[in-house]
């Protein structure tokens, strides 16, 4: 009998005979709650999996496992865990999560965990979205050789966008950078938009369906949407969310537009959930962890494999006090494919939407577009930077007309570049049809010049 009993104790579980059933969930207790900590104590589980905190009342509550130390596991809820009670029990999730997803969540807005939040009932999609990424080998992306429409005339001509590019909106607060998202929505030529609202008012999603994306915006779009107080977890799959469902689409073989607001919310949450499990802060109080969460996000934007669909994704960076140098807004900078800066000046003087051409740049302009075209942006930057080095001098009249014909041009031009970024918010710009108004643009300056 002894021998029997060590030979069964020695056998892994899948060897145990059918009687012996060894698939069991070790479920721990709920011992500490500081902040947003949770700490427990007798759980068997791994980073990032999703658990159960069950009070004896039945209140279920859903968290993540953050950290652990030793016997101790750190996790931070999803949702709010008001009413969660010493002793609880803590039961990890054994089942991946998964998400109804297909054709018939296009118009629908859902929660950082794919809940819709728009009251028309529940998704009826039959095919199902894992929502652990799968990273494509850089080595097998298709390059970004064709433009994309955003229906923005200064972006179309100007910095112009390449499929599967992925750009940073630069702006502070009430600079138009909501608008501007909408406008893109609408007028796009991609197959499908995804919209990320992360970490904004919640009054703002609203509006932003309502006004900036519209019935029509809605129609082919999915939003996922995490305001601001929302837990710092949730904002967190809300932004990964966004990333999954652009990519099910890509993976179909669509050419998909992701526009995330904003990739600071994004930092911030990152921030929340570091500091909270021990991490020492760094630059401006961001752990480390945060510039490390920062590219493996972005980086699952862009171009599938060859002859597949694409991600062309902006995203929209908060520059506190207008400064560029913030740690999010610099970090975003070297790892986007380009950067459009909106100013708060050109705001305030009626210009919208509000994009500093001199300060924005398409790193994938110059292999999209022929040298004609670049040529003429090129000239076009140089007409507006020189009315702007001599502005001042202009206004207080201490500029001698004839002083200098390429200050004079600029001069006589400054109206036409002015109005050539502006649009209206209901105003679509074709690609070719952007590029025939700069053509225009520059030719009456050449026809000023020569005469």
């Known amino acids: 009998m002894k021998n029997i009993c060590a030979e069964l104790s020695a056998l892994t579980p899948s060897q145990h005979p059918d009687r012996f059933n060894y698939d069991y969930v070790a479920e721990g207790r709920l011992t500490r709650l500081v902040g947003m900590t949770l700490e427990a104590e007798g759980l068997r589980t791994s980073l990032g999996q999703t658990c159960q905190i069950v009070n004896q009342s039945g209140v279920e509550i859903e968290?993540?496992?953050?950290?652990?130390?030793?016997?101790?596991?750190?996790?931070?809820?999803i949702t709010h865990f008001a009413g969660v009670e010493p002793g609880a029990i803590?039961?990890?999730?054994?089942?991946?999560?998964?998400?109804?997803?297909?054709?018939?969540?296009l118009g629908r807005v859902i929660n950082g965990i794919g809940k819709p939040i728009d009251g028309h009932g529940p998704l009826r999609a039959?095919?199902?979205?894992?929502?652990?990424?799968?990273?494509?080998?850089?080595?097998?992306?298709?390059?970004?050789?064709?433009?994309?429409d955003v229906g923005i005339r200064a972006i179309n001509a100007l910095l112009t966008v390449g499929r599967g590019q992925r750009l940073g909106l630069f702006a502070g607060s009430g600079v138009g950078k909501s608008v501007l998202l909408g406008m893109m929505t609408r007028f796009t030529n991609a197959d499908v938009v995804v919209v990320g609202l992360i970490g904004e008012r919640g009054?703002?999603?609203?509006?932003?369906?309502?006004?900036?994306?519209?019935?029509?915006?809605?129609k082919r779009a999915v939003v996922v949407a995490s305001p601001a107080d929302d837990a710092p977890l949730m904002r967190l799959r809300a932004s990964e969310l966004c990333c999954r469902v652009a990519e099910y689409y890509r993976d179909q073989g669509k050419n998909v537009l992701l526009l995330m607001d904003s990739l600071t919310r994004y930092a911030q949450a990152q921030r929340?959930?570091?500091?909270?499990?021990?991490?020492?802060?760094?630059?401006?109080?961001?752990?480390?962890?945060?510039?490390?969460?920062?590219?493996?996000?972005?980086?699952?934007?862009?171009?599938?494999?060859?002859?597949?669909?694409?991600?062309?994704?902006?995203?929209?960076?908060?520059?506190?006090?207008?400064?560029?140098?913030?740690?999010?807004?610099?970090?975003?900078?070297?790892?986007?494919d380009g950067h459009i800066v909106l100013s708060r000046r050109l705001a305030e003087e009626g210009i919208y939407p509000a994009i500093d051409v001199e300060a924005s740049i398409s790193?994938?302009?110059?292999?999209?577009?022929?040298?004609?075209?670049?040529?003429?942006?090129?000239?076009?930057?140089r007409l507006l930077?020189?009315?702007?080095?001599?502005?001042?001098?202009?206004?207080?009249?201490?500029?001698?007309?004839?002083?200098?014909?390429?200050?004079?041009?600029?001069?006589?031009?400054?109206?036409?570049?002015?109005?050539f970024v502006c649009q209206g918010m209901n105003e679509a710009v074709a690609y070719d049809m952007a590029c025939a108004m700069l053509d225009q643009v520059l030719s009456a300056s050449e026809a000023n010049s020569g005469g």
């Open 90 to 105: 803590v039961r990890p999730v054994t089942q991946a999560a998964q998400i109804p997803i297909g054709d018939e969540m």
């Open 203 to 218: 009054r703002e999603v609203k509006e932003f369906i309502d006004h900036s994306l519209g019935e029509e915006g809605l």
């Open 272 to 336: 929340e959930v570091s500091l909270a499990v021990g991490e020492p802060p760094a630059t401006k109080g961001y752990p480390p962890s945060v510039f490390a969460k920062l590219p493996q996000l972005v980086e699952r934007a862009g171009n599938g494999e060859a002859g597949g669909g694409s991600i062309t994704a902006f995203y929209t960076v908060l520059t506190e006090g207008d400064d560029l140098q913030d740690p999010v807004a610099d970090s975003a900078r070297a790892i986007l």
């Open 385 to 419: 930077a020189i009315y702007q080095e001599n502005k001042d001098l202009i206004n207080i009249g201490a500029y001698r007309p004839g002083s200098n014909p390429e200050v004079d041009l600029a001069i006589d031009r400054a109206p036409q570049l002015r109005q």
């Open 126 to 148: 039959k095919d199902r979205l894992k929502l652990l990424p799968e990273m494509i080998n850089p080595l097998s992306r298709d390059p970004i050789k064709e433009p994309m």
């Open 363 to 381: 790193r994938a302009m110059p292999n999209i577009v022929a040298p004609e075209q670049l040529q003429k942006m090129q000239a076009f930057k």
């Open 63 to 77: 968290a993540e496992v953050v950290g652990f130390n030793g016997q101790k596991v750190y996790l931070m809820p």
